[in-house]
């Protein structure tokens, strides 16, 4: 049974450009949840998501990211126009059910040039 | 709002020795709470969790932990460290969905 998947496991762009950032969630999983994890911190949530809802997105910066969860295939995180304050690590984790225990993937390690 | 401190940054501790890992939490209810290890470049692993019943929990890894309402508390322990153990553990407190973490304590482990 494979856990979360993320790809790309590094990312490196240029101030501007753009970042996606995917994850699979575990078989049978339909609740992803991001995190972030700046430099010597604990992570932070940002999204929790539903198959093609958004549930919370209380801790996603208001301007340039987005989060999506379609009806088939990964859910992204996609970030505009990167800064170099956008370099960290983002995790995804999954669940079965909302409150479930959560799983997380290997994330994916973000550098802004 | 919940939130999660481990005071110590940084433990060093001789292969074979004893460990434990401070975790305090602030939260209104009774809480759901975490602790996951990260090797480096790794995800995370869930060690334990707590959600209710006995306050001692078993882990995998030969790890346990100890929730106390009244300091409100869950450290984590291990009676003997193996060089595998040098890793950076994270206390979380769960509201319904939402892991709040501690900024984690970094373990090293020597010889």
């Known amino acids: 049974n494979a856990g979360v998947m993320q790809n790309p496991r590094h990312l490196v762009r240029r101030r501007g450009q753009e970042a996606r950032l995917r994850c699979s969630p575990m078989?049978?999983?339909?609740?992803v949840y991001w995190y972030r994890q700046l430099p010597e911190e604990g992570l932070k949530f940002m999204v929790y998501l539903q198959k093609e809802n958004i549930i919370d997105e209380s801790g996603m910066p208001k301007e340039r990211f987005s989060a999506e969860f379609p009806k088939e295939g990964p859910s992204i995180l996609r970030i505009q126009q990167v800064v170099r304050g956008d370099s960290a690590a983002y995790f995804c984790?999954?669940?079965?059910?909302?409150?479930?225990?959560?799983?997380f993937g290997p994330g994916t390690r973000l550098t802004v040039l | 709002a919940q939130s999660v401190t481990q005071p110590d940054i940084h433990i060093t501790v001789s292969e074979g020795a004893s460990l434990e890992l401070r975790c305090n939490y602030s939260y209104g209810a009774t809480p759901y709470l975490f602790w996951y290890v990260q090797s480096p470049g790794q995800g995370l692993q869930l060690l334990l969790k707590?959600?209710?019943?006995?306050?001692l929990v078993q882990g995998i890894k030969g790890f346990e932990a100890e929730f106390k309402r009244s300091q409100s508390s869950f450290n984590l322990r291990k009676p003997s460290v193996h060089w595998s153990d040098a890793a950076e553990y994270f206390c979380?407190?769960?509201?319904?969905?939402?892991?709040?973490f501690g900024a984690g304590t970094t373990v090293t482990v020597r010889a």
């Open positions: 979380a407190v769960g509201d319904d969905y939402k892991l709040s």
């Open positions: 078989k049978g999983h339909s609740h």
């Open positions: 707590y959600f209710s019943g006995d306050t």
């Open positions: 984790a999954s669940t079965p059910g909302r409150g479930d225990t959560q799983y």
